[in-house]
């Protein structure tokens, strides 16, 4: 107890000084606003601190205020849909969301945006998989430029693409004919998943070949000496040991893939049955006659819900992904 | 015996594969994925090439006429151009937003500041150690991550005039007129907004690498001599994070440069015409596609020369810094 006192008694020097100066300051009459003000000026780092606060609080409420009010839109009954404000529902009903999948099968065409998001991960990981093994692993002639040649084609802008690629899945190809109806890949998931493998395949070369350019090559030459193929190697060491690699890989092309726009709302002609992905569905809503905003706001809710849990559960790989995809050159 | 006869079918290909060079290895493993990139990026931008050369034939059953040599990229830069918005318009009798050039240069240079300088704040904030960080780090993200149709969704609601509150907002600030979505200018401040809510994320990532990677003991050694956090600011952090700056900068530059679907979900293409709208409306249209291929050409021709600057601007950086 006195041990306590006792401690409490002697302050740091610095601290005493401090005291003494406040003391030491002429005895002022000030308002709340002038005292916090002149606190400020004495002792700067509470300025910055206070400045922190101020802008974290700032970026979390521009981030995160659209998704709020969109769920206001979203249980807003359509009736009541000008009373919407700024932060209150013009009413509450929920049935809005069950609604969705009554008008248009809404259930459809998230499949359809899963299968395609699904497809192309997997597509794009292999792919990747061998082609971030050769570039981050053996030395050959012409790598630099062969990796060159991968680098370029992330900077050509889609559109420049769009047109032959419009006039190849359009074209009926009779030898298709048997495992698609009409004979051509338009309105059928592979219009959409190819390219779009393609466009987002420079980004997972980039991660996997910095993971595995780091497994160490005496785990390798072990497995080599145990019996295994080349091949067998890449899968049964190198792949995984540079898991947190490929599922960063993994999770990036997903998102992507599921959020894309350009070849998404192009390549299908927006029927549900014709493989046409999410976004055709949230644009479903505005009809012909009357535009269904709470109806919108509402798929768009349950539309965002995977990517959102999925960016809580993967950040980690979500934010080394990108810096790694962003920084490479 | 059937089993044996199937692993003895799977191993010969590898045994084979085995016996190769290191460099044959190479080639063999790198060709799934050159084989897609040829498919949907090399022959294809070849081919628009291609196709920019031919005459347009919106009639007839196949689109493409007979060889025209430049004449689509002369009426395209002379803006003579068939298309409900041009390209470039020399005499700027076109409104500069009704040209797809400067919309889409326009949105590119402001997005881009802009995202840079909330970007950076975002960064600085998530490189300080405070309590429930990991959460205000899922919060700044998650707009990066939402798909584009929603992220158009939510904006489209908010500046609709009948349930918005952001149209309102805006005319009492004096900026929007009665229908904004159907109005270029206003349009264009939309999409704008739309986009710098979702990717200053992004820029916020790629900074914030280059900054966990500055070495703090030079922030205690300022802090020792008295700089102010200001100081260390300018004269640390910033010199040192500039190179991930640009390079980040530059991909956010490339990437605004392809604006296509915020545009097409909201105010629509007719309304801001960027480049990649353009094409689309070429097509679909008006059914120019030779004239829609030599605007996806100039695209990849316009977003090459920037990426030109910018490697001059980050070579000439790398060699004021060493």
Redesign the interface.
Known sequence: MSDVDADAGAEHPDVAAQAAATVDEPELDRGIVEGWAARMISN??RA?RAA?YV??VF??V???F??Y??FM?AITPRGS??D???FTPGGVNLAAFIEIFQRIPFHRYMFNSFLIATVATVTVL???S??G??FGR????G?NL?LL??LV?S????????????R?FNANVDVLRPILSAGSLYNTPFAIF??L???Y?PLS?FILMTFYSQIPDGLEDAARVEGT????ALFRVIVPLSAPGVATAGVLTF?TV?????FS??MTNGRPGNWAP??EG??RYQGQFEVL?NL??AA?IV??LP??I???VA?EK??SG??AG??K? | MSTDTETRLLARPLNWLETRSEATFAYILLAPAFALLALIAFYPLVDTFRFSLLADQTAAADPFGGFAGLDNYAALLSGEALLPQQFLDPSFATPLLQQALFVTLAFAVISVLFETALGFGQALILDQDFYGRRWVRVAIIIPYAIPIVIQAMIFYLMFNPTIGFGTEFMQWLGVFGENPLANTTDSFIIVLVGDIWKTSAFMALLILAGLQSVDRQLFDVAKVSGASPWQRFKYITLPLVAPALLVAMLFRTMDAMRIYGLIDATAGCQTVPSMSCLVITALQETRRWATGSAVAFLTAVVIGLVVVVYLFGLRDQGAGMT
């Open positions: 700067p780092e910055y922190f802008a974290t970026f979390l521009t981030t995160l659209p998704f009010w969109l839109v849909l000008r919407v404000g700024v292999i792919v990747a061998l082609a093994y050769v053996l030395r050959f002639r790598r062969l040649g991968v084609t900077f050509f802008p889609p559109a420049a693409f769009f047109i032959p690629l419009n190849l190819i390219p493998s393609a466009i395949l070369i193929t080349r091949i067998g998102i599921y959020n894309e726009y350009f709302s192009l999410m976004l949230i644009l905003f919108m706001a768009s539309a965002v990517v959102a999925l960016v809580v950040q979500i934010v990108l810096t962003g920084l050159e």
